[in-house]
């Protein structure tokens, strides 16, 4: 796999391998509970850091706190190189809803919460979620995320689920090393900031090339979206490959600060995952599925 580089000008840059895992789907229906096959979603994790796979993604509200316990369970004493990714901003209701959990205070207790299910000292990145109208001004919220970056128990902060005037904002507040955002083939167009406001996610990722800021993209694989026609799958066809597994060789070809972390609870599908990385697209095969 290529690599890529998370805050490469910081005095602890973070370099992994160009193709994640996103753990939201070990987590039981509706990112909810435990997983229904408890032996296969740990020996996914195991298969993909083996694999090569050495960028994860997580969130304490993922089961409620069940995808931390999986990655600690399967994984620890976790290898060197081994960047473990987690999100705040949210929490859950006993009814498996998602609200808002942003406060200052909020952001703490779930920087706390996931140092001690993962069992680290420091948490090497962290993405704050934006979380639909606030009460809460991103300054306050990233504000608290700066002060927890400089006791140490943060390395790098990005920001999730972000409009281009909410990344303008965030970067003239301080460092931002990567932003998490839903993009794929499918969605580049239809997405929609923290305010409910369509944004363009090519503009997003246009102002992370400008900045040298890594884009993570969630729910890549998306189907049932608008495509340009059916050339998507068209091309699949013709390369003898899933289209699930064509659309990580485009996000891969996209753009080199794009680092994709398609989730699975298969470990079939993983596999077919990882094999993505392998799949060569040339410049006119990019140009057809503009």
């Not at 910081?10 to 509706?30: D, F, I, K």
């Not at 920087?111 to 680290?120: A, G, K, S, V």
């Not at 809460?136 to 409009?163: D, R, T, W, Y």
């Not at 490959?241 to 891969?252: C, D, K, M, R």
Request: hydrophobic share 40%.
């Amino acid at each position: 796999m290529s690599t890529i580089t998370i805050a490469p000008n910081s005095a602890q840059p973070l370099t992994v391998n160009r193709l994640g895992y996103g753990t939201m789907r070990l987590t039981g229906p509706q990112i909810w509970g435990e997983p229904a096959d408890r032996p296969q979603a740990l020996e996914i994790l195991k298969t993909a850091v083996a694999s090569g796979v050495n960028f994860l993604d997580t969130a304490d509200y993922y089961g409620d706190d069940v995808t931390n316990r999986l990655i600690f369970e399967a994984l620890h004493p976790y290898s060197k190189d081994l960047v473990i990714c987690t999100k705040v901003g949210a929490t859950r209701r006993p009814d498996a809803s998602w609200v808002p959990f942003n406060t200052p205070e909020n952001l703490r207790t779930s920087i706390e919460n996931n140092l001690r299910t993962l069992r680290q000292e420091q948490v090497q990145l962290v993405h704050l979620r934006l979380m639909g109208h606030s009460a809460v001004p991103l300054e306050e919220q990233l504000g608290a995320m700066f002060e927890m970056q400089k006791e140490g128990k943060i390395q790098h902060v990005g920001l999730s689920n972000v409009s281009p005037a909410d990344l303008e904002k965030g970067l003239a507040l301080g460092e931002i090393a990567t932003v998490e955002n839903m993009y794929g083939y499918a969605q580049r167009t239809t997405l929609h900031d923290a305010h409910g406001e369509t944004q363009g996610g090519e503009e997003v990722l246009a102002l992370c090339e400008q900045h040298g800021i890594p884009l993570v993209p969630f729910f890549s694989l998306v189907h049932g979206l608008p495509k340009a026609g059916d050339k998507m799958a068209e091309l699949a066809r013709q390369r003898g490959v899933s289209e699930a597994q064509l659309n990580i060789a485009w996000l891969l070809h996209k753009s080199p600060l794009l680092l994709p972390i398609p989730g699975t609870s298969s470990l079939a599908h993983l596999r077919e995952n990882l094999a993505a990385a392998d799949i060569q697209l040339s410049a006119e095969d990019m140009a057809y599925l503009r």
